[in-house]
């Protein structure tokens, strides 16, 4: 059974950072593995933050986070990382790992197979 656990998440002033970290496990080894990041505020709908994969397919970030933002993957594809620097209150959210691509555009939820349950992070003012 896969699993994915996210932790790193928690409050912090803006122009702050957090590093958020996603652990998979029930996983078989890939060649290609995509994993995201994505985020949800109250009212909105789910969206991708960044994605990489193991196998040279491409790192992506949202316009909103380049440049402040840093998404990482170990070689085995068991722990993706998200480096958030500067952040801002509109950073505010609860974020999301997402694993298994099927195809599309990186930043589509439907896209992913599995999700983690989410970690808060909230950006003051």
């Known amino acids: 059974q896969v699993q994915l656990a996210e932790s790193g998440g928690g409050s912090v002033q803006a122009g702050g950072s957090l590093t958020l970290s996603c652990a998979v496990s029930g996983y078989s080894a890939r060649t290609y593995i995509r994993m995201a990041w994505f985020r949800q505020a109250p009212g909105n709908e789910r969206e991708g933050v960044a994605s990489t994969s193991t196998g040279g397919g491409g790192t992506y970030y949202a316009d909103s986070v380049k440049g402040r933002f840093t998404i990482s993957q170990d070689n085995a594809g068991n722990t993706a990382y998200l480096q958030m620097t500067s952040l801002k209150p509109e950073d505010t959210a609860m974020y999301y790992c997402?694993?298994?691509?099927?195809?599309?555009?990186?930043?589509?939820?439907?896209?992913?197979?599995?999700w983690g349950r989410g970690t808060q992070v909230t950006v003051s003012s």
């Open positions: 997402a694993a298994d691509f099927r195809g599309g555009r990186w930043a589509d939820a439907y896209a992913y197979n599995y």
